[in-house]
């Protein structure tokens, strides 16, 4: 039962995905990816609790694992993707042009959507470093044409730099995982050489050199995907100029997804290098990342463009939660994915009528909305007001989780850096909250039409979600799925 | 593994970085994955699914995706040299300098060979360099599958090989990667009328 809906969890969106192929009118195409992403996230659903329930004690299969953090991570990406699923026919109908001829654009749309969704969805349940990389080289093919799906210049040219950016960082990860495969050779030589327990189990035959080479070849070539400053550059560009539900795919899902294997392998091979380097070198993504990102949080940028530094602040601020390594931080990280996650999706929502009504809105930061939408105004604010930090936001409480964790973890001068730049960050993006909603003359309101009723009623669906979520930071520190994640995600 | 076969992939790489034509460039990896594809078939004989998949991995690498790549080439003529090109031969010492210098700081893998253990090592930074010093769209592809040659020279000389199933899985992301690289270049060129990348450089805060 369970391996069948571990299947099932990745098969129905690419099943979907290809049956869309055959619907003859949009309303048809609309209505298969819908009732496909209903199925999906269902499926997904279950099998989270189904994860959870067994955090103590984990489920393995043959080829997949159900713990704590994969229950955690297919959480999100379900969420994310049925709520990107769920925007996305509004987005498409108020699509003029596309990359592709305009009688397969939409079909064209959903499959590379469910593809993107398939292979995000099954990264968290795979029991293999190198099946698992596959995946996230999969997610690469799936999502690129996405990212240009506009068709425009710039988000040809954000699609190319994505493409061959994270194909190549993800190569360097390759040769780390190679070079870990031959150093545990001795042991396997077989694809079960590269499980996650396996790798726990044998580390300690590795030398310290090959096992330091490996690590940092990995970490390195990962750092690409995720975002991690200083290998980012294709995050602002290819966040700014994707259609609205896959930006919030990219950064609610694609990130944290990949930074759960970056995870895993600090659990797994961490411990046979020199102690706290592995954690020192999470810790160093994390404040380049934060220093990179906090100065662009102050400058008026485009709407996505803004949420899209704010991704890479916010990758930081995770990385620095897990190379702290400390119950409390653990606890911080594990908030800090579902409530980024929800706020940042809502955030690109928002776009959507935000480019409908404004074109220039793609060039010149937002302002005044308040005055011209209240449901776009609703969702913009409680975007940013939870990605900034502001209480009660999940994300105060997670970053006083992280911060409060690398302090007991005696990690000070990094905590106090990494306080520092987050108040400077919640300064950029609390300046960027009131010009957008109140700043500027603006006197012409706009219609309240599908896209502005959508995203208003997501706003307050959400915005209870993020409350509820920082209800929880009340229960998760030392509760059993965070005693396990420190327990290894093994 | 015999040393004309590390010659022959080593100098095909070297080529690329060189050549001006793009059809030219596809045919020298194409014979890079083929020597490196016999080499794999030779290495299998008696294992009748590792030779399985040294077959497909010869006919995608081999085969397939040069086939793919020069059906881009020929929708999209190039008038001639692109100005952003640098010259060759200072394209040639880029290339080397930062191959070597990678090859030179690398520690040992654990490869009984070290000459393939350099090879390879040499061909991933190559393909990286190829991405770095080449404009037309199409070496940006042909950089990656240099590099991921370098992983599967490396692959053929480790002791228990690589598994079966990621050598699978690796051909299944390399023919989509390279599938999507080839609908980009293809747009790239309509878009701009050249395959030219240095002219996608707008995006910038």
Redesign the interface.
């Known amino acids: 039962m369970t391996e069948g809906l571990v299947i099932a969890v990745p098969a129905l969106p690419v099943a979907c995905g290809l049956l869309i192929q055959f619907a003859r009118t949009p309303r048809g195409a609309d209505r298969i990816h819908l009732l496909g992403a209903l199925v999906t996230a269902t499926a997904a659903s279950l099998l989270a609790i189904v994860a959870f329930t067994h955090s103590a004690d984990p489920i393995r299969g043959t080829w997949y694992v159900l713990d704590g953090a994969s229950g955690a991570f297919l959480a999100v990406v379900a969420v994310i993707g049925v709520l990107s699923a769920l925007v996305s026919p509004g987005y498409l109908t108020g699509t003029q042009h596309s990359l592709f001829a305009s009688s397969r654009a939409r079909t064209w749309y959903y499959l590379g959507f469910h593809l993107f969704w398939a292979a995000l969805l099954a990264v968290p349940l795979v029991d293999n470093l190198a099946v698992a990389w596959l995946l996230v080289e999969a997610t690469t093919g799936a999502s690129a044409l996405l990212v240009a799906y506009s068709g425009r210049r710039s988000a040809l040219e954000a699609g190319w730099k994505y493409l061959v950016l994270t194909t190549f960082g993800l190569t360097v990860a390759l040769t780390g995982i190679f070079v870990l495969y031959v150093g545990l050779a001795p042991h396997g030589g077989v694809l079960g050489t590269l499980d996650w327990q396996s790798i726990a189990r044998h580390r300690s035959s590795l030398s310290r050199h090959a096992a330091l080479l490996a690590f940092l070849l990995i970490i390195g070539g990962l750092a690409t995907k995720i975002g991690w400053a200083p290998v980012h550059n294709w995050l602002p560009d290819a966040h700014s100029e994707s259609p609205p539900p896959i930006s919030a795919m990219l950064s609610g899902a694609l990130l944290p997804t990949v930074i759960l294997v970056a995870w895993r392998v600090l659990v797994t091979l961490g411990p046979a290098l020199h102690p706290g380097v592995g954690d020192a070198i999470l810790m160093g993504f994390g404040l380049a990342s934060l220093s990179i990102a906090v100065p662009f949080l102050w400058r008026p940028l485009p709407w996505k463009r803004l949420l899209a530094y704010s991704s890479l602040e916010h990758m930081g601020v995770l990385a620095l939660g897990i190379g702290f390594a400390n119950p409390l931080a653990t606890a911080g990280v594990v908030l800090h994915l579902a409530g980024h996650a929800l706020a940042k999706a809502l955030g690109f929502y928002a776009a959507i009528p935000l480019l409908q009504h404004q074109a220039e809105a793609g060039e010149h930061p937002p302002r005044g909305i308040a005055r011209l939408s209240t449901g776009t105004a609703t969702a913009i604010g409680v975007s940013l007001g939870a990605l900034s930090g502001l209480p009660p936001s999940p994300l105060f409480f997670s970053e006083l989780l992280i911060l409060a964790g690398g302090i007991a973890g005696g990690h000070l001068v990094v905590a106090v850096l990494a306080a520092a730049l987050l108040a400077l960050g919640f300064l950029g993006l609390a300046h960027a909250l009131i010009e957008g909603l109140l700043g500027g003359e603006q006197h012409h309101r706009w219609q309240r039409g599908r896209s502005v009723r959508a995203v208003e009623r997501l706003a307050w669906a959400m915005g209870f979600g993020l409350l509820a979520l920082s209800a929880c930071a009340y229960l998760l520190p030392g509760s059993p799925a965070v005693r396990m994640l420190m327990g290894g995600l093994t | 593994m015999s040393h004309a076969v590390i010659w022959i992939v080593g100098l095909s790489a070297l080529g690329v970085v060189v050549v001006r034509r793009r059809s030219v460039a596809i045919a020298l990896v194409g014979l890079q994955s083929l020597v490196l594809g016999a080499q794999a078939i030779s290495q299998a004989a008696g294992a009748s699914t590792v030779l399985l998949v040294a077959g497909i991995v010869l006919v995608a690498k081999a085969i397939a995706l040069p086939a793919l790549l020069a059906a881009v080439v020929s929708r999209t003529r190039e008038p001639g040299r692109m100005a952003s090109e640098r010259h060759p031969l200072a394209r040639l010492t880029v290339a080397l300098a930062v191959a070597l210098a990678v090859v030179a700081l ?2 040992d ?3 009984a060979q070290v000459a393939v253990e350099h090879t390879a090592v040499g061909l ?1 930074a190559l ?2 360099a190829i ?1 770095v010093v080449r404009r037309p ?1 199409v070496f ?1 592809a042909l ?2 599958l240099v ?2 040659n370098g ?1 599967y020279l ?2 053929l000389a ?6 079966v ?2 050598e699978l ?2 051909v ?2 390399l023919v ?2 390279v ?3 080839g ?2 270049s293809a ?2 060129h309509e ?2 009328g050249t395959g030219d ?1 240095s002219l ?4 910038r ?1």
């Not at chain 2, 480790?158 to 598994?163: M, T």
């Not at chain 2, 996608?200 to 995006?203: K, T, V």
């Open positions: 690398m520690p893998i654990g490869l991933v393909g990286i991405a769209a940006q950089g990656f590099v991921e992983i490396a692959a480790a002791p228990k090989g690589f598994p199933f990621i899985g690796l299944f992301d989509v990667v599938s999507v690289a609908a980009f747009k790239i878009e701009f990348t996608l450089g707008d995006l805060d």
